[in-house]
């Protein structure tokens, strides 16, 4: 049985695509993730080439910030966007390109998960990761350098570390969500480099028993062992307001 999260009326022109003018995926098969964690590991990441995209053990909410370009906490709505997963594997046209695929989630968020949302700007209390002395402690890794699904994250931009960050925000116990505003351009970050130092804190901290602020100390403490700070700041940011979605996806 499909539970909407919350349904209201459909929202400007995020509701629906242009007649005529979305792009869209050829094919899509959308099916659970399975909930036995192991099982979830064995097909978790996202490949994307020409051909196909491939995203295992994806939650609704990495696939709205994947198709709007947004960091998770700007996208504001039910907890189980996070907790609900699938597996989705689909066909891009003949032709078409890797650019398209944000247009194409969209699409199909709309059409098989009747999505409806509006956007507005929110004032966010937020943590900005900067680089004080302009270079962080982080290995790059090789372009080509990309982990088969469940081994590894893939490498990446200090934009994408911070929104891992978000992501395990509930077990880092960081009061605020985090935004990029290191300046670093690199775009082959070793991300598990990065991510693993600060659970690896945080959990340390927690064996200690050490309260929520505490654990938080330690992960600043983590962050800037890797020279990096996290800086708390005010910041007005696009918010996508989810008003409407499916938790059951419509039949493959």
Excluded: C
Aim: charged share 20%.
């Amino acid at each position: 049985m499909k539970r909407p999260l919350v349904s209201l009326l459909a929202a400007l022109a995020l509701n629906s695509p242009a007649s005529g003018q979305s792009a869209a995926f050829e094919v899509v098969s959308i099916k659970p993730a399975p909930q036995n964690k192991k099982e979830l590991q064995q097909h978790l990441g996202k490949q994307i080439d020409p051909a196909m995209v491939n995203f295992g053990g994806v939650s609704l909410l990495m696939l709205l910030t994947q198709a709007y370009g947004l960091h998770s906490f700007q996208v504001v709505g039910e907890p189980e966007l996070n907790t609900t997963r699938f597996n989705i594997v689909a066909k891009l046209p003949t032709g078409s390109s890797t650019a398209q695929v944000p247009e194409m989630l969209k699409t199909m968020l709309w059409e098989r998960f009747r999505l409806e949302a509006h956007q507005e700007t929110r004032e966010f209390g937020v943590y900005a990761l900067t680089a004080p002395k302009g270079v962080p402690k982080i290995p790059l890794k090789s372009a080509s350098d990309d982990p088969a699904p469940g081994r590894g994250l893939p490498p990446g931009t200090m934009s994408q570390a911070a929104d891992f960050i978000n992501q395990y925000q509930y077990l880092l116990q960081l009061s605020r969500p985090v935004v990029d505003q290191t300046g670093v351009e690199a775009d082959h970050i070793d991300l598990s480099s990065f991510v693993q130092p600060l659970l690896n804190a945080a959990i340390a901290a927690k064996k200690d028993g050490a309260d929520a602020m505490e654990v938080e100390s330690a992960v600043l403490g983590a962050v800037q062992k890797l020279g990096l700070r996290l800086e708390p700041r005010k910041a007005s940011m696009p918010a996508l307001v989810i008003t409407h979605i499916e938790l059951t996806p419509t039949p493959n």
